[in-house]
């Protein structure tokens, strides 16, 4: 049986906008792929919402991806594939970020699973996924603004050049129409539905399962 870590932020732990709860594990993309791969794998949900790549919180402790990630690399470990998806709360207001510094810290994510890889001596493929980009919906909110919605926009090709550079697989999420909730941030169920179809076909290739 494969393992395979799923790191990344709400839409990973499958924040409901409209109740603030969780989805059920059923309806949520991870939960989803878990059942379409059956006993050929074992995903390891690790999302956090308000998790960033590389930026602290200013009102909320640990949401630092970057100072979280071995954490989870050691706790679910051995793994054989890991997947990246984070970058769109780097987007808010507060940390003033450009898309090349968040692809800076998602860099640093991915220097994290090679050293891994290394320091466990086991093979370890990495799955950078670049997230939707935020909809117009979410510059009324408090979080975002349109520059926000640009940087995130931008993101999907500064995420494909360091794939490309560290030889990682990379998926652009922008591409498969996810349907967002009304804040413009977060997957409907829809969503995490579509997500799930082409998140199972990529694992498949990645893993030859």
């Known amino acids: 049986m494969k393992q395979i870590l799923c790191f990344g932020d709400s839409n990973t732990h499958g924040y409901d906008a409209f109740t603030g709860d969780t989805l059920d594990y059923t309806r949520r993309w991870t939960g989803r792929v878990q059942k379409a791969l059956g006993e050929q ?6 999302g956090l919402n308000g998790r960033t790549c590389g ?3 200013p009102e909320v402790p640990g949401r630092n991806g970057r100072k979280l990630l071995n ?41 994290q699973v090679e050293q891994f890889a290394r320091l466990t001596d086991w093979e370890v493929k990495t799955l950078v996924v670049a997230p939707p980009p935020l909809g117009e919906a979410s510059a009324t909110y408090r979080d ?8 995130s926009r931008s993101l999907a090709a500064l ?21 967002l909730d009304f804040d413009g941030t977060h997957f409907t169920p829809e969503g995490h539905r579509r997500f799930a179809l082409r998140m199972e076909e990529i694992l498949r290739k990645l893993l030859n399962l």
């Open 159 to 179: 995420y494909r050049d360091l794939a490309e550079r560290h030889g990682t697989a990379f998926a652009d999420a922008g591409e498969w129409d996810i349907s």
């Open 55 to 57: 930026f602290d919180d």
């Open 41 to 46: 794998a074992l995903i390891c949900e690790a």
């Open 144 to 151: 975002f603004n349109a520059q926000s919605l640009a940087v």
């Open 71 to 111: 954490c989870a690399l050691q706790t679910h470990k051995p793994l054989d594939a890991v997947v990246l998806m984070l970058g769109t709360n780097d987007c808010k207001t507060c940390y003033r970020a450009s898309g090349a510094s968040i692809a800076g810290e998602m860099e640093a994510l991915v220097e």
